[in-house]
């Protein structure tokens, strides 16, 4: 009896690419279905999802806003930065300069210039960004407000900066630990300050599922991935060398590293404060009129 296909679509950078390295290599049963993995960026398959085009998709939990109708989003597959309240002091118990960050503790997408920037300045320069339905994007009007912005591809923002081109990029992905190898410097690091407004992790990316398929499928759907999830846990040598190959200028430790930021706790499952982390980005964006209204959130 021939699978069912389910077109998979996720970012070609290592944490995702980590996350289905279970199934893209067969280490998980895929049970009645043929997995197609496409990837493409984020902006790209955020722009997909309003058409439709995947059964299963990565997308931004900004254009989830749009999408609500024809998705759901799947329990496993957050992009979420993990968050110890213990690790926002340093030794000597001060806390720690939000724009200095130290790969531990909140993080997120990060602005960086060639040169130091206030964020009153910041409010007048030209800011690259990956794409205007991404959450990077959201947070930072959360942050700072309406500014003039340049939508370049994402692995493009940090020689746009360098270059001059832009006096500043919203950076995601692997450039956030290979930044300052350009001269670049960190004038603001999302995830710290989405931290301490709301004590929660920032929400970027989740997995969602059509609606169309019915709700025994996407169940179906939804523990599959979830199993490739753990089995990447589990086997986490091995997912990371595959995941290398996805990461632009890293490596393994690197990697290792990226991976470690964002495929956590809330990978597996929001959880109740992961859930809350999705609710209080989309509330505060309908507050600000940046987005539509969410009805309800629902987890598959």
């Known amino acids: 009896m021939a699978k069912q296909l389910i077109r998979l679509g996720h970012s070609p950078d290592p944490d995702d690419a980590f996350m289905f390295y279970g199934l893209a290599r067969g280490k998980v049963d895929s049970g009645p279905f043929e997995f197609e993995h496409i990837l493409q960026d984020i902006q790209t398959l955020n ?40 690790e926002y002091v340093n030794e000597a118990g001060h806390p720690v300069d939000l724009a200095q960050p130290t790969h531990t503790g909140a993080h997120g997408p990060m602005v960086v210039a060639r040169d130091p920037l206030t964020l009153d300045a910041l409010k007048s320069k030209t800011i690259a960004i990956p794409g205007k339905m991404t959450s990077a994007y959201l947070a930072l009007q959360l942050a700072i407000g309406q500014v003039d912005v340049e939508v370049l591809m994402f692995d493009e923002i940090i020689q746009a900066v360098e270059s001059g081109q832009v006096d500043a990029g ?4 692997e ?3 290979t930044y300052d190898q350009h001269g670049l410097r960190c004038i603001l690091d999302l995830g710290k300050w989405w931290y301490d407004q709301t004590g929660l992790p920032l929400p970027l990316g989740c997995n969602v599922i059509r609606r169309d398929l019915g709700k025994e499928i996407m169940s179906q759907v939804s523990a599959i991935l979830q199993e490739s999830i753990r089995y990447s846990l589990q086997y986490r040598e091995e997912a990371v060398a595959y995941a290398l190959q996805f990461g632009r200028g890293l490596d393994l430790p690197l990697a290792d590293e990226f991976v470690g930021l964002y495929v956590n706790e809330w990978t597996i499952d929001y959880g109740p404060n992961g859930r809350k982390a999705i609710s209080e980005l989309l509330t505060r964006g309908k507050n600000e009129n940046l987005v539509p209204e969410v009805k309800a959130l629902e987890f598959v």
Not at 170 to 173: A, G, N, S
């Open 47 to 86: 722009e997909w999802a309003l058409e439709d085009k995947l059964e299963v998709t990565a997308i931004s939990v900004h254009a989830y806003t749009h999408l609500q109708n024809n998705y759901a989003i799947l329990s496993s597959g957050a992009s979420m930065g993990a968050t110890e309240l213990a």
């Open 170 to 173: 919203l950076i995601i992905h």
């Open 175 to 177: 450039g956030q630990l």
